[in-house]
């Protein structure tokens, strides 16, 4: 059997995961997947590397013979034993995890144990729409086998760098003293594209650069020295850019309205910030951006417009924070694969230097600005799993004396 460990990154509706060779070194990937559409017809697709593609696979069926669906419950033991049969022969040595919330005390990666499973589980108020699903994947990994190794990343652990100023609210001095924070997300996303920026920039890499992680969820990073400098989301994942189905950036004032005047719930205000606004509330179609941008009808174009007007505002204050720019990273889903969205983006840019070539653009190069323009704009594909599996790996060779991984 291969010796490996699996990364999983679980969320409301996907299961994204990785097997890497157990190695000290870069992690060496030996098979990607993604179950998506949970839990309605759950379906696996793995990665291709020799033609960069996903392709179905029907090798394995996720259903629950009751509800004819599956849930996370169901869909992990019945991905673990496919992947430990003996067609794959994998061995798991350790899982490594993505939580989004490690809240302020948590900022490095940790082997879980149960009181930081229970602190954890105080953070799920604060991503209601991720850490249930995470923490969900560990526990179902413990009842399969509860002594293999788990590890937690966290996504607001990149940006534990930030100064004071840069995570503090307006808010009475007491509060912010329990916690009340900026803490900031898609960490491992940016973790990824700051150690990688040396390749596509050289010594230029250390200087100031703003990472645009435009996906579903939505937020951009200020970077100088690789180290993250201020961010557009804040004490929850509902702050900064307009998303998919969240709001982005919101004046209080509109949730006391909707409490005082509306007769709300919290309950019904947090499910419309959370799930019914973004691009799939202003267009009233879709969250999807690609759905959008085929889209003719005039609320489509309008959402559009205004996701990558509030984009271009939120990078334009955060040029602000690290005084000055020089160089911006367009990743995650729409990022890498929209060149309208770059396009129109960029399009506010003008005034600050930015300027694109429409060809490179068209077809997602790396680089996509003119050739030796002042600020070089890049189209980097992320890959928050590697970031997981080389914590997970650095950790467990960490904390044994034999620099040999220790089997479950």
Known sequence: MKDAVLVINSGSSSIKFGVYALSAAKPLMLLRGKITLIPRQPVLTLYDEATDSWQADSSITFTDNASQQADHATILPQLITWLTDTQHGYRIAAVGH??????????????????????????????????????????????????????ACFDTSFHSTQPEIARWFGLPRHLTEQGILRYGFHGLSYEYIAA???????E?????????????????????????????MGFTALDGLIMGQRCGALDAGVVLHLLQQHHLSPAAIEHMLYNESGLKGVSG????????????????????????????????SLVCAIDGIDAIVFTAGIGEHSALVRERICGHLGWLGVALDPIANQHHHSVISPVKFPIT????????????????????????????????
């Not at 144990?113 to 850490?131: G, N």
């Not at 230029?204 to 400098?229: E, F, Q, Y």
């Not at 759905?291 to 007007?309: E, W």
Request: aromatic letters at 4%.
């Open 98 to 151: 993505r939580v989004v919330h490690g809240g302020q005390h948590l900022t490095q990666p940790v082997r879980l144990t149960p009181a930081i499973m229970l602190e954890l589980s105080t953070l799920v108020s604060l991503a209601p729409l991720h850490q249930p699903h995470n923490l969900k994947a560990i526990d179902v990994i413990s009842q399969w086998n509860e002594h293999i190794p788990q590890i």
């Open 196 to 202: 990688n920026l040396p390749h596509y920039l050289g």
């Open 204 to 232: 230029r890499a250390k200087g100031r650069i703003i990472v645009a992680h435009l996906g579903n969820g939505a937020s951009m990073c200020a970077l100088k020295s690789r180290r993250s400098v201020a961010t557009s």
């Open 285 to 316: 179609i879709s969250n999807n951006m690609q759905v959008l941008t085929t889209s003719t009808h005039p609320h489509a174009q309008q959402a559009i417009d205004l996701f990558c007007y509030r984009a271009a505002r939120e990078l334009s």
């Open 377 to 408: 704009t890049l189209v980097i594909p992320t890959d928050e799993e590697s970031v997981i599996a080389q914590s997970t790996l650095a950790l467990m060779y960490d904390s044994t004396d034999s620099k040999e991984i220790h089997h479950a």
